[in-house]
């Protein structure tokens, strides 16, 4: 059975100014897709005004919530022991946020509910996307 979680999480986008600006995020997983979590966000605030996805692995998450974690595109690391920090790197520049950490811990243990460390059906994961890449050759 297919199941899948969404969580609404507010951020604060860190600014070059050291402003602090509210940006409502959706933090998303499915257990069709279950080595990965999603973050969305609304189209307001990206450049193009289409909402923005950032898809990651669910152990970065796991990871950063303790440690820095991460490299290339996303960063994730405690700071203090109320909030978390997102990195997100794009071809467009670098976005700095900052969780609420009980919520991203909130977030991963209802994850782990859906599909327990370890348990993830690799082969489905490994088959979609092999179709997605050769597609019907």
């Known amino acids: 059975m297919d199941i899948a979680l969404e969580q609404p999480a507010r951020a604060r986008l860190i600014t070059g100014e050291e402003r602090e600006i509210a940006v409502p995020a959706k933090l998303r997983y499915a257990s069709t897709d279950p080595l990965a979590v999603h973050i969305d966000f609304p189209g307001e605030l990206s450049l193009d005004g289409h909402g923005a996805t950032w898809t990651f692995a669910r152990s970065l998450l796991e990871e950063g919530l303790r440690e820095p974690a991460g490299d290339g595109d996303v960063h994730i ?50 088959e979609r996307g092999l179709s997605a890449l050769f597609g019907s050759v």
Do not use: K
């Open 77 to 126: 690391w405690p700071c203090g022991q109320m909030c978390t920090v997102v990195e997100l790197h794009s071809p467009y520049g670098m976005a700095l946020l900052q969780f609420d950490t009980s919520a991203l811990n909130r977030f991963l243990l209802r994850t782990y509910a859906v599909v327990a460390t370890g348990e993830e059906d690799l082969g489905a994961v490994v």
